[in-house]
């Protein structure tokens, strides 16, 4: 099982944040979010949302409108968009601290012949009484039998590799609709300068590809990129990253990702 935030091409902006035990306050208040999982082994499709809703008060029912956005699958033989479904709409009451747990939709998709798989949901949550819209929240799952992501670290040299790998799955013609034709890299640095320092996170924000690369397919349809390689001019305490990545065909539409992390340094270990 795969999952993969959606990454799109906006204003790249950089952001540092010191990853810090979490506050008592912190604790108590988890973000709201929405996850749809795509099971390689089963094929079985779930969807759920958990976290701060509203402030902290009287509990208050609330509608939640699981939708199912967009979902395909890339076959063998082409692309197969799968329709629209009807929304799962229940109906879950936030807890005293303002946090609200749901259940949505369930549902399948063959692993098996599909080259890759996405389906994304959109969850809406309403006041159940006025029907007054509190805010959206979206996931996306992915299931890729033609991609491969490799980030390598090298504590000797001092290197982060990535290479991603993949084949065509033997569609016909040189650039027809589900063929890979770039890769998209999105990379998150986490570091820490000494056994007492703060631990950061660095990324761009916006959802952005920091990196773009063509791709150049052999004669059987496989190809490979290099999509970087990060050489440090030290040495800190801890150094890890975490390698997002977005295959793409010449129309746009996304028909390959993955996902990988590594350590560099870690003065723990």
């Known amino acids: 099982m795969n ?5 799109g091409a906006l204003i790249v902006l950089a952001t540092v944040a010191p990853l810090v035990p979490g506050t008592a306050a912190a604790a108590a208040t988890p973000p709201l979010t929405v996850s749809i999982t795509c099971d390689a082994r089963t094929g079985a499709i779930t969807t759920s949302t958990a976290g701060t809703l509203l402030k902290p008060g009287t509990p208050t029912a609330v509608t939640v409108e699981f939708a199912r956005r967009s979902a395909y699958r890339i076959t063998a033989n082409g692309i197969v968009s799968l329709p629209q479904r009807a929304p799962a709409v ?3 009451t936030t807890n005293s601290a303002g946090e609200i747990a749901a259940t949505g939709y369930t549902g399948t998709f063959d692993p098996v012949g599909s080259l890759f798989y996405r389906e994304q949901v959109l969850v809406t949550y309403r006041n159940a009484a006025t029907g007054a819209s509190y805010t959206q ?9 033609r991609t491969t992501v490799a980030l390598t670290c090298d504590p000797a040299a001092g290197t982060v590799t990535a290479v991603v790998t993949g084949v065509d799955g033997h569609l016909p013609g040189n650039d027809l ?3 890979a034709g770039r890769v998209g890299y999105h ?3 986490i570091s820490q300068t000494g056994p007492d320092d703060p631990r950061f996170r660095g990324e761009s924000l916006g959802g952005t590809w920091d990196v773009w690369h063509g791709i150049s ?4 349809g496989t190809w490979s990129d290099t999509g970087y390689v990060h050489a440090g001019a030290s040495r800190p305490y801890y150094y890890a990253e ?4 977005g295959v793409f065909d010449a129309y746009g539409l996304m028909v390959g990702a993955g996902s990988a992390r590594c350590v ?3 003065g723990a270990a």
């Open 137 to 145: 929240r979206d996931a996306t799952c992915f299931h890729d039998r």
């Open 187 to 189: 990379v998150a640095t």
């Open 264 to 266: 560099l340094f870690d």
């Open 217 to 220: 397919r052999a004669a059987d």
């Open 177 to 179: 609709p589900g063929r």
């Open 3 to 7: 999952r993969l935030r959606a990454l």
């Open 90 to 92: 229940v109906t879950a």
């Open 242 to 245: 975490e390698l997002t990545v």
